[in-house]
């Protein structure tokens, strides 16, 4: 196994591919909360042929270790140990939700590391009010006693999944989910805290963002729906908008061909 120490803890990663040329830049592939690394295998072989892949379990999930309490600025800061020990001048940051909003605060916080932005299913600003209250209910109570398969089914996989996937694959969305109910509750907690309940919104800054910038959103996104990529696209210059027919808020799970279909001449020309 392969992990990288950062100042939130050591992730794991996993790398695939080699540069074309030695100053290309790395594709790098970020998953969304409850979720991690596996979730891209629907794109590893088509981006792989591109160049050199490096896919990271976030703080608190997969195989990497539960963090310190945390926020999404001290996570864009902490990919930069990722960098400086992987040996990543630049990347194409691919991020769906979670991982898509640490796109967004790297392109921020440290533009010159950042050669494009492919943000899927994410968002830019404040959880409602109202959402902030019940997750950090939820929080509170499944630090303590976990996730109850019950509560998964019935309450977080039609969020996550859209109904299309659900009728189609429910048996694939169910193992998804209990892989992640699985994942180390204080992390699960801490990275819940940033990510769903404490995080800014950085909507007024997006016009400082000038990376090259796919916005992808599935039509059926229960979790981040479509006004949030909406914002995104007309906020960021030069932002292109494409909707995912068929798919909900994991996309890239849901409709790994059409999700390529865009994704991969993207990165393709970010690499040119």
């Not at 695939?16 to 409850?34: Q, S, T, V, W, Y």
């Not at 945390?70 to 991982?99: C, I, P």
């Not at 509560?151 to 996989?157: Q, Y």
């Amino acid at each position: 196994m392969s992990y990288v120490r950062t100042r939130l803890g050591r992730w794991f990663y996993e790398e695939r591919g080699a540069p074309k040329r030695p100053r290309d830049p790395a594709i790098l592939l970020m998953h969304g909360f409850f979720f991690d690394g596996r979730m891209w295998k629907g794109q590893m072989e088509p981006l792989t042929a591109l160049g050199r892949v490096v896919v990271i379990d976030g703080p608190g999930h997969g195989r990497s270790e539960a963090p310190p309490r945390f926020s999404l600025e001290d996570n864009a800061d902490a990919l930069l140990d990722v960098y400086a020990e992987l040996g990543l001048e630049q990347a194409v940051l691919v991020g769906l939700s979670w991982g898509g909003m640490i796109g967004i605060r790297m392109a921020l916080q440290h533009p010159e590391k950042v050669r494009a932005l492919a943000l899927l299913d994410t968002s830019a600003g404040r959880e409602l009010t109202t959402n902030r209250v019940k997750y950090r209910l939820l929080a509170a109570f499944t630090r303590r006693y976990g996730y109850p398969p019950k509560m998964v089914e019935r309450e977080m996989l039609p969020k996550f999944f859209g109904p299309t996937y659900l009728r189609e694959h429910r048996d694939e969305a169910l193992a998804y989910m209990r892989a992640g109910a699985g994942f180390e509750r204080d992390g699960l907690s801490r990275a819940a805290l940033a990510v769903l309940i404490k995080r800014k919104s950085v909507e007024a800054s997006l016009g400082r963002v000038h990376a090259p910038t796919l916005v992808m959103c599935g039509v059926d996104d229960a979790a981040t729906p479509m006004h949030r990529s909406e914002t995104l696209a007309r906020g960021i210059p030069g932002a292109k908008l494409v909707v995912v027919p068929a798919a909900g808020h994991m996309s890239a799970i849901e409709q790994p061909a059409r999700v390529n279909e865009h994704l991969v001449p993207f990165v393709r020309a970010q690499l040119e």
